[in-house]
């Protein structure tokens, strides 16, 4: 009965472990917004990522010291100068969203994105950029 009871208590903490997740959310509102975020999940890394500011930059590193089994990060920015790097490792999917506005002089307007993907499944990247 003890050797039944053990091994039934190690199979509930693998299959707790199996179902980790990770969720950030970040909304920053200032004249210069920082944002780095890390998720090493078991399965599912999701990020979400909103500055409003004059310069902006967000970074996402999703299951790359350990993979993910799917990734998703959306990152939104709005500022004169706005930079976004995002990373996804995964044994699945991996979905990546930047979205870019850039307003002010034209001289000072940049937008600038980065994604790097390796994924067994299906991997999407959507960058929108606009300079207003």
Known sequence: MR???LVSVAMFAL???AQAAN???TVQVGVVNGSSVT????????SSTSQLGILNSASTSQGTSSPSLNNVSTVNQA???NTAATGQ???GNNGSSITQNSFGPP???NNAAAVGQLGLGTNTSVISQTAH
């Open 15 to 17: 299959s707790s472990a």
């Open 23 to 25: 969720t950030a959310t």
């Open 89 to 91: 490792v995964a044994f």
């Open 107 to 109: 001289a000072l307007q």
């Open 3 to 5: 050797k039944f009871l």
């Open 79 to 81: 500022g004169v100068q």
């Open 39 to 46: 998720q090493n999940g078991l399965t599912n890394d999701s």
